[in-house]
DNA sequence: CTTTATTATGGCACTTAATGTCTATTGTCA
DNA sequence: TGACAATAGACATTAAGTGCCATAATAAAG
């Protein structure tokens, strides 16, 4: 008998099991009228065990976001020595854009799905609270902390989530066929310059 | 017999009960501890009444915020010929801000049970983004319909909302003591120069 | 290879949110 | 007053989520 079955191997092959099965069932018949029962009968486990996996149904959907902020705050550090904050944080979301863009198929799905969910929607902007605070400690870590600073770190990076998201969900509603790189580059250059100008002429 | 006891008096008396007494209880042992069937027999009622007066437990606190996004899209049309969006979006969160000063106690109380649930937490943000399409609205109607144009509209808004809500949370974090219209007119300002700046040397 | 300790799983009962159905009540109007 | 529509209550039901205990699978020790 090989070492290969050993118990951790058996659990991820469970809770990959889990996530593969909800996902087909999300799509086919939606995210609300998906039970946990059914679930748990596809991937050949109880509810009871499905618990043990997965806090709540909805947790299924959101297994790797963690692990994109874990890399996106790497990448803030990358660059953590360029030119100023922001060029730090722009060169971060463009690395981050070109990622996405090559992944475009599976994030679709999962936008897909989150997408046709009130619950599942509101879920996903928790997450991106944590990206707001990785940027805003750019911002802190390049000026003396004072409450002005940090109040101006914490507008600075509200704006560039903000704008990164509507870009994003843009992105998202044309089915990720566009230059999401390119729109994330005028985001950023909008953003650097001030929005209050008048954008008539140029474009 | 006189109409004031009429059927949509008594309505609305019993809603204001539910809510009255649902804020208590969730005031007194949290949102989350706080059951249907408690806020009904508080509210003297049965727990299927609650369900005929709200779709759900989180809805008792997000009875107003309807109104709060009609009154501000009013004042969005009020504004509409100033000099610019910007200065439209400015005025309008001008008013908004002082009117939100005035009533602080009351945001703040709403604002404690909302931060102190996860859940409330990610409903409110889904509010926020009809507040992002009516700032959104503005610099549609502002300039040609080509895609470029209400591409760039959705990235202000959203960075004008991200701004905002990073703004107020920091507000209601200190508890609506400090003046929120004058970080709104920072914030604004900030938004409209450009993010980019260093800035030491003013402030 | 057998025994022992550890850990995952399943079954069951329970709480709570939410919804449907049926019945009783209560205002409203002729 | 009596008929009608709106409203509330009682009861049953589905589904999420949790605690508890028995058991099966696995790892470690003898």
Redesign the pocket.
């Known amino acids: 008998?090989p070492?290969s079955?050993?118990?951790?191997?058996?659990?991820a092959q469970?809770r990959e099991r889990i996530i593969a099965q909800a996902l087909k069932l999300f799509e086919r018949q939606g995210y609300?009228?998906?039970?946990?029962?059914?679930?748990?009968v596809a991937a050949?486990?109880?509810?009871?065990?499905?618990?043990?996996?997965?806090?709540?149904?909805?947790?299924v959907i959101f297994p790797t976001h963690d692990a994109y902020i874990a890399h996106f705050r790497h990448l803030l550090k990358h660059y953590a020595n360029d030119s100023s904050p922001m060029e730090t944080v722009s060169n971060a979301l463009r690395h981050m854009a070109k990622e996405y863009m090559a992944a475009a198929d599976e994030h679709l799905r999962y936008q897909r799905i989150i997408g046709s969910s009130d619950t599942l929607l509101a879920r996903s902007v928790a997450f991106d609270w944590q990206w707001e605070e990785a940027i805003a400690d750019v911002w802190k870590r390049a000026y003396p902390r004072t409450p002005a600073h940090d109040r101006r770190a914490a507008y600075v990076a509200g704006a560039i989530m903000g704008a990164v998201n509507a870009l994003t969900s843009m992105w998202y509603a044309g089915g990720c066929r566009q230059n999401l790189l390119k729109w994330g580059e005028t985001t950023m250059e909008l953003l650097a310059k001030g929005i209050g100008g008048d954008p008539s002429g140029k474009k």
Do not use: Q
Request: charged share 35%; glycine share 0%.
């Open positions: 008998m070492n079955n050993t118990r951790e191997n058996k659990k469970v609300e009228r998906t039970t946990i029962n059914e679930i748990a050949k486990i109880s509810t009871r065990t499905f618990f043990r996996y997965f806090p709540s149904k909805d947790m």
